[in-house]
């Protein structure tokens, strides 16, 4: 299993946090501004956790008890070129 996009809004997580990272947005800033997380909500605690690591893919289930939401995270500068 290969977790790397939204899945509604078809963005892949490593093109979110570049722009996340480029635009210095918050979560909440990324998700209005592409719409990713806003649909049915599975992304969002994998976008927390990129936001968080950097990591824009997952070999495993993140559910919102392992990543609680956080609008105010901010995808760091040092993860904008790292693409785990
Ligand atoms: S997968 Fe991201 S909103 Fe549905």
Redesign the pocket.
């Known amino acids: 299993m290969r977790i790397e ?5 078809k ?1 892949l997580f490593s093109q979110l946090k570049l722009k996340a990272a480029a635009e210095r947005l918050s979560l909440e800033q990324l998700c209005e501004a592409t ?10 605690p994998y ?1 927390c956790r990129m936001m968080r690591t950097g990591q824009v893919v997952f070999c495993e289930i993140v559910a919102e008890a392992d990543e609680l939401y956080d609008p105010t995270l901010r995808c760091e500068q040092i993860h904008a070129a790292k693409v785990i």
């Open positions: 996009r939204c899945v509604c809004k963005r719409g990713a997380g806003r649909e049915c909500g599975k992304c969002l976008l």
